[in-house]
């Protein structure tokens, strides 16, 4: 599965962001999803998952209440809603998918997009 990151940009605190994630070529359906973000000198972290029904949601403490992650089976995407923009957001935000259940190590994760930088300025 190749994954299509896309929607980051240069924002001000506390301003809004949706970053979209999309396969080229299979279908996302099957797949829990997760949202990780790595800044420069520090390692990948983990944002959001979302199983593959959507039913089960996770979120890391730092984003819980301001990012929201979906997904929508008819557009085959999955989608992080970001509101409340903070500088420590600032990262490069990877999507991810694996067959498993949604869990936050990244290593659990066979497949990932190629990224999408998302800079918070102050």
């Known amino acids: 599965v190749q994954l299509q990151a896309s929607g980051g940009g240069l924002v001000q605190t506390g301003s809004s962001l949706r970053l979209s994630c999309a396969p080229s070529?299979?279908?996302?359906?099957?797949?829990?999803m997760a949202w990780f973000r790595q800044a420069p000198g520090k390692d990948r972290e983990f944002v959001a998952a979302i199983s593959y029904s959507g039913g089960s949601i996770y979120y890391a403490d730092s984003v819980k209440g301001r990012f929201t992650i979906s997904r929508d089976h008819a557009k085959n995407s999955v989608y992080l809603q970001m509101d409340s923009l903070k500088s420590e957001d600032t990262a490069v935000h990877y999507c991810?998918?694996?067959?498993?259940?949604?869990?936050?190590?990244?290593?659990?994760?066979?497949?990932w997009g190629q990224g999408t930088q998302v800079t918070v300025s102050s």
């Open positions: 070529g299979r279908t996302l359906s099957s797949y829990a």
């Open positions: 991810a998918a694996d067959l498993g259940g949604p869990r936050e190590q990244p290593t659990k994760y066979d497949y």
